[in-house]
């Protein structure tokens, strides 16, 4: 694993101290603007200022195939994800809508489409033409695993130059819960049963083999728990890598990380496991309704800001999110205090 890695700086809590003691100043009654002002400090913390900004916020998307989608695991044909970068080249998807929405610099990156994809728009950083079906095979090889990673970091500190406040990941992945569910099997050591969910919306009867080609190709692959890029190399998947390398990268540039749903938050674990203290820059920002993120959550040991009932990915609770943490960053700096505004506490 490559050095640059380990440069992430440690969050100043003093800084954090400063802008608490600054937000009892404000004019409301102390603690009134709850996770808010909570928010503010780490965000204080994270970018060593007093007033930090989020604005504009870099998007990246990563897209990649999943070999394990020949076992029958999604709703869906493995040819959306394909369909699906094109929709976000043509700004139609959600995490268009919502990128328009906030402002944000959006770049698509393919770090694992099954098929060649020709646009202008289009960062291709192919490593592979999806992953191999880790049911029978590696999902990649290790030097694959860690150029995905690598991928990603360079991405995160290209958008970072151009000017991006803090990122938010995404990922379009036909197979991808998969994937994400046999990472945290073997991250949490918890039963496969509640590691699994419906995805992209599969019926109860496929929940049940989904649970159980995952379990199998687990025995079969046997990856370490103490090595991340053993675990991507065995399981995949692309695109998860590239946004832990990104993670990296923005952590390293003290950039706020807006952390996603189920696979994101399996991907800042992997980012976790390869350099601890990248999880102070993240903000998980909603919950996903897949069921192993509760258990990603709190290995992560981060709450959530909403619960949308989202299960979409892309980047989208993030994205949405993303005015709420600005709402923090705005309070700190537009409001009146109790001296200027000349209101009186006694
Ligand atoms: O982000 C989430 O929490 C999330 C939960 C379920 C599904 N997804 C999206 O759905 C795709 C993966 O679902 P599946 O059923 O094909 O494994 C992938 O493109 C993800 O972006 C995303
Ligand atoms: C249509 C569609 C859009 C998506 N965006 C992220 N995952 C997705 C999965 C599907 C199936």
């Given at each position: 694993m490559k050095q640059?890695?380990?440069?992430?700086?440690?969050?100043?809590?003093?800084?954090?101290?400063?802008?608490?003691?600054?937000?009892?100043?404000?004019?409301?009654?102390?603690?009134?603007?709850g996770?808010?002002?909570?928010?503010?400090?780490?965000?204080?913390?994270?970018?060593?200022?007093?007033?930090?900004?989020?604005?504009?916020?870099?998007?990246l998307?990563?897209?990649?195939?999943?070999?394990?989608?020949?076992?029958?695991v999604s709703a869906y044909p493995k040819a959306v994800t394909e369909q699906m970068?094109?929709?976000?080249?043509?700004?139609?998807?959600?995490?268009?809508?919502?990128?328009?929405?906030?402002?944000?610099?959006l770049e698509v990156i393919d770090i694992g489409v099954a098929n060649d994809i020709e646009h202008e728009s289009l960062i291709n950083k192919k490593i592979r033409y999806g992953t191999g079906n880790f049911y029978r095979e590696?999902?990649?090889?290790?030097?694959?695993?860690?150029?995905?990673?690598?991928?990603?970091?360079?991405?995160?500190?290209?958008?970072?130059?151009?000017?991006?406040?803090?990122?938010?990941?995404?990922e379009m992945g036909i197979g991808n819960t998969s994937s994400s569910s046999a990472i945290l099997a073997v991250l949490s050591n918890r039963d496969m049963s509640l590691l699994v969910g419906k995805g992209t919306?599969?019926?109860?009867?496929?929940?049940?083999?989904?649970a159980e080609i995952i379990k199998q190709a687990l025995e079969r692959r046997n990856p370490n728990p103490n090595d991340p890029i053993d675990i991507v190399a065995k399981v995949g998947g692309l695109e998860i890598a590239g946004i832990a390398g990104a993670m990296l990268a923005a952590a390293s540039k003290r950039a706020p990380i807006l952390v996603d749903g189920f696979i994101c938050t399996v991907a800042a674990l992997i980012a976790k496991s390869i350099s601890p203290g990248v999880d102070d820059y993240m903000i998980v920002t909603h919950q996903s309704i897949e069921p192993g993120h509760?258990?990603?959550l709190s290995l992560l040991g981060k709450k959530p800001i909403i619960d949308l009932?989202?299960?979409?990915?892309?980047?989208?609770?993030?994205?949405?999110?993303?005015?709420?943490?600005?709402?923090?960053?705005?309070?700190?700096?537009?409001?009146?205090?109790?001296?200027?505004?000349?209101?009186?506490?006694?």
């Open positions: 640059h890695f380990e440069l992430i700086p440690k969050v100043n809590k003093e800084m954090g101290r400063q802008v608490s003691e600054y937000i009892n100043t404000l004019t409301k009654p102390i603690g009134s603007l996770r808010l002002e909570e928010l503010a400090i780490e965000l204080a913390e994270m970018k060593n200022e007093a007033f930090p900004s989020v604005t504009p916020p870099g998007v998307v990563f897209a990649a195939d999943h070999g394990i989608t020949d076992e029958g970068v094109r929709n976000f080249l043509n700004g139609g998807a959600a995490i268009n809508v919502f990128s328009r929405q906030i402002g944000a610099l590696d999902a990649m090889s290790r030097e694959e695993a860690e150029q995905a990673i690598e991928v990603g970091y360079q991405q995160g500190l290209q958008i970072i130059k151009k000017g991006a406040q803090c990122l938010i990941l995404g919306g599969i019926s109860d009867e496929t929940l049940v083999h989904k509760q258990i990603a009932g989202l299960r979409l990915g892309e980047g989208t609770g993030a994205a949405i999110s993303h005015s709420i943490i600005q709402s923090s960053t705005l309070m700190l700096k537009e409001m009146a205090t109790f001296h200027s505004a000349g209101i009186s506490k006694e």
